[in-house]
């Protein structure tokens, strides 16, 4: 089943799963989407091999979106 | 590898660049060109300041052998300038400040999920997640990361990490390790470019279990030629 998630403190928290075909749980994990990218968060589709892609948009076909916070030079 | 990236992303989703390089507009993008003129840079940099120092060194014996108090201090800054280059290069990937442990087991099986086995392996014994990119092989640690470019005759020293102190160990791994996949470029960009040269000067500065993670990066560079 897909799952949104964000690293924080606890390792990671699951923010939403959803089924392709359940509507309200995929428009629920949209809402929580949002709310992360509006505190600061990026999302990122891990797409395994090496690759993984910057989302602003939650697909629904996507195994697991990652929410994780900006990095900066130290 | 980017653009094979988009290729596969599900509809919907946008490759794109890192989103923090709009936090340094001004610096040029990383890539091998740049890389390799960095890397020249640094070593006559090395040069520059190692080389007035010996010859002072030994001039001044040469001129006055009581002088060899002064003579030697001289020769000691030629060591001493470069070692402190080199530990700031091995800097980037030790442990830094206080780490919030709590989380850390569960922040494991996301990264280890993130890895494939071998990679997954050394993590667990070196802290460091090896990473092979377009750019070389890189070595992913806590708070900034190694790259070795293919060759594996230098290495290049990058400070870059998450501003969330509360995340465990291996989330912060974690979160370079995606930034990293999501663009090699924009990552070497906005990471804080802190050293190029020798590998073996970065590997005796190195704490002795995260050795092994730098042979093993070496040991896959070398396999792959060196672009002119």
Known sequence: MPRLIRMDASGHSTLAEWAAEDQAAFDHAISEFREQLDAGYIGVLDQGEGHATQVRELPREAKLVIMRRPIAGG | ?228
């Open chain 2, 1 to 228: 590898m980017a653009a094979e990236a988009e290729a596969s992303a599900p509809p919907g989703v946008e490759a794109a660049a890192l989103a923090e390089l709009g936090q340094v507009p001004w610096r040029e993008r990383t890539d091998e060109r740049f890389l390799r003129r960095y890397g020249r840079i640094w070593l006559w940099w090395t040069v520059a300041y190692t080389v007035p120092f010996l010859g002072a060194g030994i001039g001044l014996v040469a001129l006055e052998p009581l002088s060899f108090p002064v003579a030697l201090a001289s020769l000691a800054h030629a060591w001493i300038v470069p070692e402190l280059y080199a530990y700031r290069g091995a800097s980037v990937v030790r442990e830094k400040g206080p780490r919030n442990r709590g989380g850390e087991q569960v922040a494991q099986g996301l990264l280890g999920d993130l890895l494939d086995h071998d990679a997954r392996a050394l993590q667990r014994s070196t802290g460091l997640a090896m990473e092979r990119s377009g750019m070389g092989v890189w070595l992913v640690g806590e708070g900034g990361a190694l790259l070795f470019p293919p060759g594996g005759r230098r290495a290049h020293g990058f400070c870059v990490g998450t501003s969330d102190r509360e995340l465990p160990p291996s989330d912060r791994v974690a979160h370079l390790l995606l930034a990293l996949r999501t663009d090699e470029g924009g990552f070497a960009t906005v990471a804080n470019h802190v050293f190029a040269g020798a590998p073996w000067r970065v590997r005796r500065r190195l704490p002795g279990p995260m050795r092994p993670a730098l042979d093993a990066a070496r040991k896959v560079a070398r396999r792959t030629p060196p672009s002119r």
